[in-house]
């Protein structure tokens, strides 16, 4: 039975409390689209992604505007390039870059991940050749996102991948200083990549999906903001932390259900499967939509002070139960993310000096994600980039948890100068980082750092 208190409280949601659905994701696979020739191939590429995502946006917004929830941006994921590609030059790999982006900008869609690779057991002639075509790749695009995923928890970390990544970023930095170093907000680094993840810049379409499937990441951090605002200001007593919990799992239920209702809707109207839905506390650059705000309202004065870490465990436990009990098909990274630069409450406790990199790194072993668009100066070194991104991975590799890094050096600025890059990427003081240069003989070993014992499951 539908109660009046339920369904006037979702309408506050959606009318008060910034609840939207943060992408519908469209998954293609493009095996075969491939051919002998990189045109061919580029061709059946741009040809098969019009196809089946044609009507993507329109459909979003009638769906939308019919059930009065936001849908912000239409995306779409495809298959690791570095498959689709095997056997083809540098070149060829910076054209079918380009071709994904013509594709893209024909559908209307926002952004396209899937130039990526697997290596975490070690990389392919075609995976290495993606790596390094990626800055070309990368600069010739505007709608392209790419990710590398260096690591996982059967297979330990590549540690000589991790050093390529960390030159790529950096070249990727540096070839766009002109706006801050932002090509490197297109690239993340992963262990334990999910394989059907609706959220950029690390959306792929991976093996044992359906040919063509419809994914939702809904997100919601305004809607549990005020609801444990509602809840300490009823309350007769101060509650205890399994009350706030308990709140959260609630919200993140309701928010679930919403997001499923979307993406439902979207697939039945194209006639595609529907995958996952994605409930992850995503925040955005606007006032009230903010992780950060989280945290203050659950005790802490400043994010980043003792008992921040446990707060993002609490919250993002609560989250994955409420979204799961809400739908069977919860999936992708569920949780709360912290992307620095994309919540205004981060960015301020950086800019205060209260969020360092290292409590960053350990709020990462309990959040759903891990270091999100951090800006870092831009004289920070590949190789300590490198050493950054492996501390990362281990933390994902021995807890079995997704982890990922997508961090940006800004080329020309140093620690507590500002950077700006607009719109839902936010801004941010740049966070310093100690110790540069002292890794180098660590990267230097390259190698592979063995997966854990509890890797042995069999």
Sequence with gaps: MMRSDQILATVDMIQKENLDVRAVTMGIDLMDCRSRSSAETCRRIKEKICLHAGRLVPVCEQISKKYGISVVNKRIAVTPVAYVGAGFSHADFVDIAGALDEAASEVGVDFLGGFSANVENGTSRSAATLMKAMPDAMAATKKVCASINVGSSKYGINMDAVAVMGRVIKQLAEDSSDTGGFGAARLVVFTNQPEANPFMAGAIHGPGQHEVVINVGVSGPGVVARALERKLAESDNTPGLHELAEV???????????GELIGRRVSSVLGIPFGIVDVS????PKVGDSVGEILKIMGVDAIGAPGSTAIVALL???VKKGGTFASQSAGGLSGAFIPVCEDAE???????NTLPLEKLEAMTAVCSVGLDMIAVPGSVDATTIGAIIADEM???MINSKTTAVRIIPVPGKEAGDFVSFGGLFGESALLPVRNVGKSTRFMGFGGKIPAPINSLKN
Excluded: H
């Design 316 to 318: 993002n436990d609560a």
């Design 394 to 396: 281990a933390i994902g």
């Design 248 to 258: 959260i799992k609630q919200t993140a239920f309701r928010v679930t259900r919403c």
């Design 346 to 352: 981060l960015a301020e406790a950086v800019k205060n």
């Design 281 to 284: 506390l995503a925040p955005t």
